[in-house]
């Protein structure tokens, strides 16, 4: 692989690895603050039957890129710390995210 493309994957795992954290911290988002308390309070559960699983999904998908980046020099361990223990808390995820914009400036403002 040459460097050109190397950079160029690194970039595109990267922006990956974003975009399922801001995913992942709506999705959070969304099941703590509307889902959960409409399923308890109104006693509409579908809404965690639907989220539960988006979320899940979003926050296995997440921790599986991270650690394919860190395995794979792309993303820097304590990146890839702060991306896991952001997606466990609502808003973490979207402090993770300002995080890794500032430590990659090519994700974009």
Not at 45 to 59: E, K, N, R, T
Not at 69 to 93: C, M, V
């Given at each position: ?78 990146l ?19 995080r ?10």
């Amino acid at each position: 692989m040459t460097d050109l493309h190397r950079g160029a994957s690194v970039r595109a795992h990267r922006r990956l690895i974003y975009w399922l954290a801001f995913a992942d911290g709506l999705a959070l988002l969304a099941l703590v603050a509307i889902a959960v308390p409409a399923k308890h309070l109104l006693d509409m559960p579908a809404g965690v039957s639907v989220l539960g699983p988006v979320h899940g999904a979003l926050f296995i998908s997440l921790a599986l890129a991270s650690l394919t980046a860190l395995a794979r020099g792309i993303l820097r361990p304590g990146l890839a710390l702060l991306l896991f223990l952001g997606a466990l808390l609502p808003f973490g995820a979207f402090f993770a995210d300002h995080r890794l914009k500032k430590a990659y400036p090519e994700l974009g403002a």
